[in-house]
């Protein structure tokens, strides 16, 4: 029996994207175009980075994943924020959160040809992680105007 990879990556529940040596999108499954609200035809062709086009400090840790994973090695950045469109909010922008995962995919000759690019949306924890310090800040605050009172 032959697995049908191209179908098997399509039917993946973790938003992933293949791309090239050139960072350039090839193919994404729709968990990966649902979580950015795309079509393909809006990234196939693209350079991630054009994509993203996030501030100088972002594009090195990015281009230092991209390093790794074309010289063979798995990569991961974790919490990466990312402004994305949103039509939903004033600015049309709204950030997400995402633990990146890259993965070379080595050709015959052990050269790697693409890099699968795994997500993982974490915005809600970040946020409830944000949220939780606040509170915790705010609990030291008013504990420690108590305590001046007393």
């Not at 791309?19 to 968990?31: G, K, P, Q, T, Y």
């Amino acid at each position: 029996m032959e697995v049908d990879y191209k179908k098997t990556f399509h039917s993946l529940s973790a938003p992933c994207a293949v791309l090239d040596r050139e960072f350039r999108f090839v193919d994404m499954n729709e968990a990966y175009l649902e979580t950015l609200d795309v079509v393909a035809e809006d990234l196939v062709g693209q350079r991630m980075l054009d994509v993203f086009p996030e501030g100088e400090e972002r594009q090195k840790l990015l281009s230092v994943a991209f390093g790794k994973a074309l010289s063979g090695k798995n990569g991961s950045l974790h919490e990466i924020e990312y402004a994305i469109p949103d039509d939903d909010t004033k600015s049309g922008m709204r950030n997400i959160w995402w633990n990146v995962h890259f993965t070379p995919v080595k050709n015959s000759q052990d050269g790697v040809s693409y890099i699968i690019l795994r997500v993982n949306d974490v915005t809600g924890l970040v946020k409830n992680r944000e949220l939780k310090d606040a509170i915790a800040g705010e609990m030291q605050h008013r504990v420690g105007n108590l305590m001046a009172m007393i």
